[in-house]
C-alpha cells in the first residue's frame, strides 16, 4: 500500500513539475520574443511567436495579452491581415477599452470597404452589382465603424473623423452621423492606452 501511495505521489510531483518546467519555457520563448522584437528581427520573432501560439494560454494573462498583440501587429507589419485580425480581435473581447487593439481592427476591417468601395465605382453602370455591392459595403463599414470610433474617442485624429464621417456619408446613415458625437462622448469615459502584464 504504502509503495503505491509513494508511486503515486511521485506520478503527480513529476506532473506538476513538468506543468512547470512548460510554464517556464514558454515564457522563455516569450521573453525571446520580446528581444527579437526590440532588435527589430522580425523574422526571428515572428518564428518565436508562432511556436508561443499553441501554448499562449500558459502565459499569466495579462502577459498572454500583450503576446497577442504583439503577434497581431507583427503579422500585420507582415501583410497577414487575417491572422493580425485573429490576435488583436482575442485583446479587444479581454480589454475593450485598449483603443489601441480597436483601431488596428478598425484599419484593417477598412481595408475591405476601400477594396469594395473601388469595386463599386467600377460597376456603375451595373444596376445588379452595384446593388450587390453597396450591400456589401455597408456590412464592411458596420463591421469597421465600432473600433474606429472607440478609437476616435479615445485618441482623436482628423484623419480617422474624417474616415468615420465618410462611411456614414457613403452608406446614407444620417442618424448614425447625426448621433456621431454622443457616442465618440461616451466611448471616451474609460480608455486604456497600455495593456498590463501582470
Same mark, same amino acid.
Given at each position: 500500500m504504502f509503495?503505491? !501511495?509513494?508511486?503515486?505521489?511521485?506520478?503527480?510531483?513529476? #506532473?506538476f513539475a513538468t506543468?512547470?518546467?512548460?510554464?517556464?519555457?514558454?515564457y522563455n520563448k516569450y521573453l525571446d520574443f520580446n528581444?527579437?522584437?526590440?532588435?527589430q528581427n522580425t523574422d526571428k520573432a515572428l518564428t518565436l511567436g508562432q511556436d508561443i501560439i499553441p501554448s499562449a494560454d500558459k502565459l499569466k494573462e495579462g502577459?498572454?495579452?500583450?503576446?497577442?498583440?504583439?503577434?497581431?501587429? !507583427?503579422?500585420?507589419?507582415?501583410?497577414?491581415?487575417?491572422? #493580425?485580425i485573429e490576435f488583436y480581435q482575442k485583446v479587444a473581447a479581454a480589454v475593450p477599452d485598449y483603443y489601441v487593439a480597436q483601431r488596428a481592427l478598425g484599419y484593417?476591417?477598412?481595408?475591405?470597404?476601400?477594396?469594395?468601395?473601388t469595386k463599386l465605382n467600377a460597376a456603375k453602370s451595373d444596376i445588379n452589382e452595384n446593388k450587390r455591392l453597396t450591400a456589401l459595403y455597408a456590412t464592411a463599414a458596420k463591421k469597421a465603424l465600432p473600433y474606429l470610433e472607440k478609437a476616435q474617442a479615445c485618441d482623436p485624429t482628423?484623419?480617422?473623423?474624417?474616415?468615420?464621417?465618410?462611411?456614414?456619408k457613403n452608406m446614407g446613415d444620417t442618424q448614425g452621423a447625426a448621433t456621431l458625437n454622443t457616442r465618440l462622448k461616451a466611448l471616451s469615459k474609460n480608455c486604456i492606452d497600455l495593456l498590463d502584464d501582470k
Amino acid at each position: 500500500m504504502f509503495k503505491k !501511495l509513494l508511486l503515486l505521489s511521485s506520478i503527480v510531483f513529476m #506532473a506538476f513539475a513538468t506543468q512547470a518546467q512548460t510554464t517556464d519555457e514558454v515564457y522563455n520563448k516569450y521573453l525571446d520574443f520580446n528581444e527579437a522584437r526590440m532588435y527589430q528581427n522580425t523574422d526571428k520573432a515572428l518564428t518565436l511567436g508562432q511556436d508561443i501560439i499553441p501554448s499562449a494560454d500558459k502565459l499569466k494573462e495579462g502577459t498572454r495579452l500583450n503576446f497577442y498583440y504583439a503577434i497581431g501587429n !507583427l503579422f500585420e507589419n507582415d501583410g497577414q491581415s487575417v491572422k #493580425a485580425i485573429e490576435f488583436y480581435q482575442k485583446v479587444a473581447a479581454a480589454v475593450p477599452d485598449y483603443y489601441v487593439a480597436q483601431r488596428a481592427l478598425g484599419y484593417l476591417y477598412l481595408k475591405d470597404v476601400q477594396d469594395i468601395s473601388t469595386k463599386l465605382n467600377a460597376a456603375k453602370s451595373d444596376i445588379n452589382e452595384n446593388k450587390r455591392l453597396t450591400a456589401l459595403y455597408a456590412t464592411a463599414a458596420k463591421k469597421a465603424l465600432p473600433y474606429l470610433e472607440k478609437a476616435q474617442a479615445c485618441d482623436p485624429t482628423d484623419d480617422t473623423l474624417t474616415i468615420i464621417k465618410s462611411l456614414y456619408k457613403n452608406m446614407g446613415d444620417t442618424q448614425g452621423a447625426a448621433t456621431l458625437n454622443t457616442r465618440l462622448k461616451a466611448l471616451s469615459k474609460n480608455c486604456i492606452d497600455l495593456l498590463d502584464d501582470k
